[in-house]
Nanobody
Framework: VQLQASGGGLVQTGGSLRLACAASGTLSRINAMGWYRQAPGKQREQVAR???????NYADFVQGRFTISRDNADTTVYLQMNSLKPEDSAVYYCNAERRDSISYWGHGTLVTVSS
């Protein structure tokens, strides 16, 4: 499984960005996809997740501001980020989970929110 993330960039406080993660390869075992982020000096943390059944989960710090979704082919996952804050600045990573708990990671995409 290969994951290609895109959509990061520089935005002002209160602005919006939309990240995309395109998955390719053998996807039949993928049970969920999601987004994580890692800011300098901090641990990687989960931001949002969507299962193959469509169930979504969000970290408390993005509730009501971020929305995770996927395309009909289940090959691309999006993260719509609204009302961005400087503390949202981080490298955002796409993740895909197999049913046997093996995970795949894409290269990160940098999000910078200026104050």
């Amino acid at each position: 499984v290969q994951l290609q993330a895109s959509g990061g960039g520089l935005v002002q406080t209160g602005g919006s960005l939309r990240l995309a993660c395109a998955a390719s390869g053998t996807l039949s075992r993928i049970n969920a996809m999601g987004w994580y982020r890692q800011a300098p000096g901090k641990q990687r943390e989960q931001v949002a997740r969507i299962t193959s059944g469509g169930t979504t989960n969000y970290a408390d710090f993005v509730q009501g501001r971020f929305t995770i979704s996927r395309d009909n082919a289940d090959t691309t996952v999006y993260l719509q980020m609204n009302s961005l804050k400087p503390e949202d600045s981080a490298v955002y990573y796409c993740n895909a989970e197999r049913r046997d708990s093996i995970s795949y990671w894409g290269h990160g995409t940098l999000v910078t929110v200026s104050s």
